[in-house]
Structures are given as structure tokens and as C-alpha cells.
């Protein structure tokens, strides 16, 4: 007796539950809504790596790369201790949302916190040029299919 009792309680619930989720779900509800009543979407940044980033010294200029190329603080290239070199990354200044887009030609020492070291060209497109350092958002970039 007690297990026919148990399987009534349970067709009851299951019948109460798809009544409830019919109802829930009714069509005529999604009616009250209006454009203005749902919630505005938010920008989401884009998917990266939040670190530091830091610029070259005027020691280096003329120095060697790890890739073999010579420093240029002219133009647009970072170290960073795990990207490839040749790789193009977008490098967002979350301050003041400035970016730029450069290219890994070098290696930089590895540290608890992800960080880039940027050429003083791209510090200055950042706007942190004579600051030291600024938090950034490291995205790398997809190649190009030629």
C-alpha cells in the first residue's frame, strides 16, 4: 500500500509540475514586456589576458631582440614571455581605454603577474609614456589567411 501511496504522490507532482511549466511559459506573459521593460545589453570587452605593461628604457635602444631584430623605440613591438614572436597583439590601456596594436619581436623575464614590455612608440600611443606602467588588457590577435 505504502508504494502505490509514493507513485501517486510522484504522478501528482510530475502532473502539478508540467501545469506549472505550461503556465510559466505561456506566451501571453512575453506579451507584458516591451523593449524599455528588458534589461539594456552591456558591452563586454574583449576576451584577453589583464596584466602590466611596462616600456623599454632608453639603454635598449639599438639593442638586439631575442628574435634578432634591433630595438627601434619608432616602432610598434613588445617582449612578452610566452606569446611567439611574430605575434600581433591589441594591448588595451584600461585607464583611459587607449590601444594599439604590436607585434612580439622579444622575450621578457617571466613574473607572478602576466605583464608586456611595449617600445616607447607604443607607451606613448597608450598615454602612460613617463608613468612606468599601466594595467592593461592583452588580446591576442587571429592571423591574417593570405
Not at 4 to 18: D, E, I, K, S, T
Not at 28 to 41: F, G, N
Not at 120 to 138: E, H, N
Request: with cysteine; glycine share 8%; charged share 25%.
Amino acid at each position: 500500500m505504502a508504494s502505490r501511496n509514493r507513485m501517486l504522490v510522484v504522478a501528482m507532482g510530475f502532473f502539478l509540475g508540467q501545469l506549472l511549466l505550461a503556465v510559466h511559459s505561456d506566451p501571453i506573459w512575453a506579451a507584458e514586456y516591451s523593449d524599455e521593460t528588458l534589461p539594456a545589453v552591456v558591452a563586454e570587452e574583449p576576451e584577453g589576458i589583464r596584466g602590466t605593461a611596462f616600456y623599454y628604457a632608453k639603454r635598449y635602444n639599438g639593442r638586439k631582440t631575442n628574435s634578432g631584430a634591433r630595438y627601434n623605440p619608432d616602432k610598434l613591438t613588445a617582449a612578452h614571455p610566452d606569446l611567439p614572436h611574430g605575434t600581433r597583439v591589441k594591448v588595451i590601456n584600461l585607464a583611459n581605454k587607449k590601444e594599439v596594436v604590436v607585434t612580439i619581436n622579444d622575450r621578457c623575464r617571466r613574473r607572478k603577474t602576466p605583464i608586456i614590455d611595449l617600445s616607447r612608440a607604443a607607451a606613448g600611443k597608450l598615454g602612460f609614456l613617463g608613468k612606468g606602467a599601466a594595467k592593461v588588457l592583452i588580446v591576442p590577435l587571429a592571423k591574417e589567411s593570405t
